[in-house]
């Protein structure tokens, strides 16, 4: 297995050869940062703990070179920065028994750029060496422009696929920005189990990110919590914890349909409804 920056990493937990693992993957999440898998896609790493018929391989696609810094990490270089967050991204996998973990090390800019060579010839061989049943990618009303060019990228190489070849599931995950606002038939629950303690250690191994005050790992488990009891006002909760995800399928199955229209097709369900409740009540 070869990817097209010298520094991507590839760690299989559990030893082995890489492209076997790739190969029988069940649970892909193909995201921008380290940690995002941890925060945003949590749901996908707990179907497949403790599992020997689900392969969670977990893909990060930048170099974490631009990630903000403070207190022991103050002065640390972009350089030095990058090796200490590809270690704790194999922590994570290894207490999380990921099957594999594969960090491509792109240059943040390099993956807003479409069509970017490196970033889709490295997406093009992942996508086409394995058969997931599932895909997480980010969602395309996400804020952080690294994300959604991930997420494009990502649809750019799925779409190169012969069709029999593309992921039969695809959801995009709530990051920055949630997916709460989304009209409750548009929303995919996914099922946060209830090993909490598995969820917060693999978000606590992102020391260098958790450690200037930013508690993702306290943030995560309230949105999931919050999402869960705010999802009915008068049902009783069916999940304790819930994360929020937005159906990608449509856009993989057919090439044609722009991203942009889809993406604004949410936010035109939400004005729609939004008018409609105040026209009946005023
Ligand atoms: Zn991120």
Known sequence: ??????????????????????????????????DDIEINAWPAVAACYGRTDRFFTGVVVTNGAGSPRTGPYANYTDDQMKLVRVEEQREAARIGKYNLQLQLAHPSADVKRPGHPGVLADLKAIFSACRPEIVYLHQPLDK???????MLRSLEAIRALPKAQRPKRVLGVEAWRGLDWLLDDEKVPMDCGDNTELALRLIQVFKSQVVGGKRYDIASIGRRQSNATFHASHA???????????????????????????????????????????????
């Open 1 to 34: 297995m070869h990817f097209s920056r010298p520094e991507a990493d590839i760690f299989v937990p559990a030893g082995g050869d890489a492209a076997t693992a790739l190969a029988r993957t069940t649970h892909l999440c193909v995201i921008a940062h380290q």
């Open 144 to 150: 952080h422009d690294t994300h959604v060019g991930v």
């Open 236 to 282: 009783t909760d069916t999940f304790t914890q819930v994360a929020w995800a937005l159906d990608l399928t449509p856009l993989v199955q057919d090439e044609t349909l722009s991203i942009k229209d889809f993406a604004l097709d949410r936010v035109d369900r939400l004005r729609a409804d939004t008018a409609n409740r105040l026209s009946k009540l005023t």
